[in-house]
């Protein structure tokens, strides 16, 4: 996805999905599940939380200058941040 995205409902990543925001802006909080893979790239920036649901969380990936504002708790299998904030 890259542009702008805002998601009132929020988001949800399932059974293995793998999301990559490229040169996106976007206002959401995302649930993930043991698995799953969410991935910033390239300035990027995502404002809200990301948290597991009952199969634990999924892991995130921040990179490429990309930036993610805590919108409250979140809980991720695994943070891996390379060049990104």
Known sequence: F?????????ITLQSGAAMTMDALQA???V?????TTLTLDNGSILTGS???D???????TV????????GGDSTVGALTL????
Do not use: F
């Not at 649930?31 to 698995?35: A, D, I, L």
């Not at 009952?54 to 995130?60: E, F, I, K, L, P």
């Not at 390379?82 to 904030?85: E, L, P, Q, S, V």
């Open 27 to 29: 206002n959401a909080n």
């Open 31 to 35: 649930t993930t599940q043991s698995g």
């Open 54 to 60: 009952n199969t634990g969380a999924g892991d995130m």
């Open 2 to 10: 890259s542009g702008l995205l805002s998601q009132d409902g929020g």
């Open 82 to 85: 390379d060049n990104g904030t």
């Open 63 to 70: 990179k490429g200058a990309s930036v993610w504002h805590l």
């Open 50 to 52: 990301v948290t597991g």
